[in-house]
């Protein structure tokens, strides 16, 4: 049987090195220079212009594509075996995002650090994220909830990356493409600086490998036979943080490698973590130069970044390995919970109405760089041609989106009865930024008032997708999310891919990106009002029906609510509201996770007092995130997205530490 298992791995491994050597040779052949196999083959020998360019530019960019995806490789199989977590790897654990911020802040605060240091700073960031996810799950390592949050922090990261590049822009000139994972090589440094950091990597995941094969029997059981866990564990972790620091220092956060790579593995049957180090460093290269040779075939001459491309192509194995994970998760409802204040209904419309007018008036009064005078507001300031044209609309257009994002949270929460629901949790604006994009770099000769449509076809696939997904676990909060983040990222990918295609500035493809209310003008105004005006008064004639749907589908069968009818028109009237935020600011997230739950904590449970509260508090939460981005660093300005999202991705930690 040992035999037959070794005949079977080496006959395995030469399969797939034959695999990467064809997909090597074929990289090799693509660039802007295209040559065939035989006039690459036949003068690349001779001293000139094909020697150069395949020595000094495509064959270090191959030879790091097989290092580094070797090493996420490697990283993810540790990773998976210590947290004892089908969906763990350095990108689902937070850990290239940290490593990648630590690079933007070394950049822009402390370049000569960076300059000397790239590896260290690296390192620093990846050890963070790491130490930061496994503090916030716990010593109960549930998978679905070690990837979630895994992902949460690394939303939370990207947040903080964004608005730095955006604040920095001459700072991290140059760092777009980088941030999401490309192999491109000017020579053979990227190479000689990774490699020794690699080969150490390589050579202690050998050496532990054994040990971890006892590890996977159960702790007690490694001890009783001698074997130090906690060194054990030690040393892997630090394997897993070196390999995956090592690569982003290089290449850049590159995801979904380390998480398919061990499952092919395992899928071809190679036992033993000694035997699977090998053939998942081999599998790794294989992906990732894989995904660079499709990358340059969809897009020949240019430099689509090969991370968007492996989240393409690993996010429906994600979505996959979530839905085989979350199978223990029969029973899907969670109590959304309300403790309403001691307060009558009328006050606190009004007190809320009040806030309301106090933050229009802040953000009316702010003009990029100081606030309007007591005499400027008497002598009619408000009546002036720039802040009638372009700060107005601005606020009332913020005003208006957060309304409808807010209650769009509270349909897809009180019809799924999930305390997640949210169009950016449940992909639905990410899905939609991707329909938008779609529709504007495919069919940029078309009206631009069809791509409220666009954004509405992308939303409806991503939530029917994920909604179909989650269907047997009666979508679980924690399941629903995880799936949610794993088709968003498949939509940014989407989103990043056209974004270089379409050949878009880096600046204004990160506003987008982040969501923003900037330049809003009159039309932009008179389309989302027109869109709330439409779909708020269907909304509030379902809070009875969500009502009634609190109490379960077969309690609400048995009172006479036409269960499935509620929820579908529930949930399209979500997405039509989540979409056509989309299509109007960008890919702002959590107004409609943060409002519903602020609004039950004020009024308690009744769906039709939550409504009204909710668009009160979520145009209020983005009228003042507009205000601070424009406040904080005057005249700069951050995204309201990002704003919002600073706040709202702590707020969700502590949703799931509570399901």
């Known amino acids: 049987m040992k035999q037959f298992f070794s005949i079977k791995s080496s006959s395995l491994f030469i399969g797939g090195f034959i695999l990467l050597l064809l997909l090597s040779m074929v990289h090799l052949t693509q660039g802007q220079a295209d040559y065939s196999f035989r006039v690459l083959f036949s003068e690349v020998w001779q001293q000139g ?17 097989i290092l580094a995806g070797g090493s996420l490789a490697i990283a993810g199989l540790f990773l998976q075996t210590l947290t004892k977590n089908p969906l763990a790897s350095a990108s689902t654990l937070g ?10 802040v070394s950049t822009i605060f402390i370049p000569s650090v960076i300059g000397k240091y790239p590896f260290v700073v690296s390192l620093l960031g990846a050890t963070f994220s790491a130490l930061l996810v496994m503090g916030l799950v716990g010593k109960v390592m549930d998978p679905v909830r070690v990837a979630l949050t895994g992902m949460i922090v690394s939303l939370l990261f990207s947040s903080f990356t964004g608005a730095l590049q955006l604040l920095f822009e001459n700072e991290t000139n140059g760092l777009f493409l980088w941030g999401a994972g490309t192999l491109i090589q000017l020579d053979w440094s990227g190479v000689q600086f990774s490699f020794f950091f690699i080969l150490i990597g390589v050579i202690c995941a050998l050496l532990v490998g054994k040990k971890l094969d006892l590890l996977t029997l159960g702790d007690d059981i490694a001890i009783s036979l001698g074997q130090s866990v906690f060194k054990v564990k030690a040393i892997s972790w630090m394997t897993a943080i070196l390999l995956s620091a ?54 020949p001459g240019q430099e689509l970044p090969v991370g968007a491309m492996t989240a393409l192509i690993g996010g429906p194995w994600l979505l996959f390995l979530a839905y085989q994970a979350g199978k223990k998760y029969q029973k899907g409802d969670a109590r959304l919970g309300g403790s309403e204040l001691p307060i009558s209904y009328p006050v606190i419309l009004g007190s809320l109405s009040l806030l309301l007018f106090v933050t229009l008036l802040l953000a009316v009064s702010f003009g990029g760089t100081s ?3 007591i005499e400027e507001w008497f002598n009619g300031a408000l009546t002036s041609p720039f802040i009638m044209n372009f700060r107005i609309p601005r606020i009332l257009t913020a005003f208006f989106v957060g309304m409808i994002l807010a209650m769009s949270g509270v349909l897809l929460q009180g019809v799924l009865r999930n ?68 088709v968003s990222a498949v939509g940014s990918a989407i989103i990043q891919i ?32 027109i869109i709330a005006l439409l779909t708020i008064p269907f909304s509030i004639l379902l809070s009875k029906r969500l009502d009634i749907l609190s109490f379960g589908d077969d309690i609400s069968s048995g009172l006479g609510l036409h269960v499935t009818k509620t929820k579908i028109t529930a949930i399209l009237l979500g997405v039509i509201m989540g979409a056509a935020s989309v299509s109007i600011v ?21 769906h039709k007092k939550i409504i009204v509260v909710s668009m009160l508090l979520g145009g209020i939460l983005l009228v003042f995130a507009d205000f601070i981005g424009r406040l904080v660093l005057a005249p700069k300005e951050i995204p309201s997205g990002l704003v919002v999202a600073l706040i709202g991705t702590p707020y969700l930690l502590y949703l799931l530490r509570r399901i």
């Open 49 to 65: 212009r094909v020697q150069d360019i395949v020595m000094n530019l495509r064959l270090p960019r191959v030879v790091m594509g």
């Open 95 to 104: 850990i290239n995002a940290g490593a990648y911020l630590f690079v933007i």
């Open 246 to 299: 090592a690569t982003v220092s290089v290449v850049g956060p590159i995801g979904f490698v380390g998480l398919m790579a061990p499952h092919i593995v395992r899928f071809l049957g190679i036992e033993g973590h000694r035997l699977m180090v090998i053939h998942s460093f081999l599998w790794g290269a294989i992906l990732l130069v894989g995904a660079d040779v499709l990358a340059r075939l969809v897009a």
């Open 371 to 373: 606030f309007l005078t």
């Open 419 to 486: 305390p997640l629901g949210d169009p950016s949790v449940l992909g639905i604006t990410s899905g939609g930024g991707a329909g938008a994009m779609i529709f504007l770099v495919l069919f940029p000769s078309v009206s631009i008032a069809f791509l409220p449509f666009a954004a509405l076809l992308g939303s409806l696939i991503a939530i029917t997708l994920i909604l179909l997904i989650t269907w047997k676990s009666q979508w679980n909060p924690v399941l629903l999310a995880l799936v949610g983040v794993a």
């Open 498 to 529: 056209l974004v270089v295609k379409a050949k878009i500035g880096v600046a204004p493809a990160l506003t987008w990106l982040a969501g923003s209310t900037y330049a809003k003008g009159w039309e932009e105004l008179e389309i989302v009002s």
């Open 586 to 606: 960008g890919t702002i997230g959590f107004i409609g996770l943060l409002a519903p739950h602020m609004a039950r904590r004020i009024v308690g449970l009744e």
